[in-house]
């Protein structure tokens, strides 16, 4: 089958550091996203990972580990703006097909 | 560049109806894929097209169907709508089927009463 798990919620301190981790069962494995969604609003596009390793971009970073099917988003410095809910989705390699987690949803306190 | 856009943004049915929803790409974006998104199952996908060609289809009755026109813009709809059916329909649009990343619009809230 195809399973995407994922906290369904956290909570952490502005200025502090937050990891958001992801498993995932596929049948096929093409890449994996993540996601940032506000309340109300669109999913918008943070990461990609095709490849094992980190790929850091400014206050984001996000971890890939294909053998243990296992992905962390890492925010850093954390904003009040930060508060939203964070996608990990997986691209199958059959045929063209996206597949979401369920969402963390992140609550920054001051 | 513009964004993806989607038409109309809300919309009320009745249980019964039939709806048609649009979606613009991103200029130069060649595949299209539609995803529901209510609170408890979060965003499932409902189908992927690339040259006016579906490429993908999630597990959704047959009253869901869609098309894509040759300028990359797709519709989806959605026939003998049921209280079940409302929920935030997404659009995202990507440079080619199964590469890259998918950008998305601001979604269609469907109310069905």
């Known amino acids: 089958g195809q399973n995407i798990d994922q906290p369904t919620e956290m909570t952490a301190t502005e200025g502090a550091i937050v990891q958001i981790n992801c498993t995932y069962q596929?049948?096929?494995?093409?890449?994996l996203f993540w996601y940032q969604q506000h309340a109300g609003e669109a999913p918008t596009f943070l990461s990609y990972n095709v490849l094992d390793g980190l790929e850091e971009k400014g206050r984001f970073s996000s971890f890939l580990s294909r053998s243990k099917g296992y992905s962390y988003l890492l925010l850093k410095e954390l904003q009040m703006k930060d508060s939203a809910s964070y996608l990990c989705a997986v691209r199958d390699t059959g045929g063209f097909k996206t597949i979401f987690g369920a969402g963390t949803r992140l609550f920054v306190k001051a | 560049k513009a964004g993806v856009t989607q038409t109309p943004r809300y919309l009320i049915k009745t249980r019964g109806q039939q709806v048609t929803l649009s979606c613009s790409p991103i200029s130069g974006h060649r595949s299209v894929s539609w995803y529901q998104q209510t609170p408890g199952q979060g965003l499932q996908f409902l189908f992927e097209y690339f040259s006016e060609t579906q490429r993908n289809k999630g597990n959704f009755p047959g009253r869901f169907s869609g098309r894509q026109f040759s300028n990359s813009r797709s519709e989806m709809n959605v026939s003998t709508l049921e209280l079940g059916d409302s929920a935030l329909y997404l659009c995202a649009s990507s440079l080619s089927a199964g590469e890259g990343e998918q950008y998305f619009g601001p979604g269609t809230r469907l109310t069905v009463t």
């Open positions: 596929t049948s096929g494995f093409n890449g």
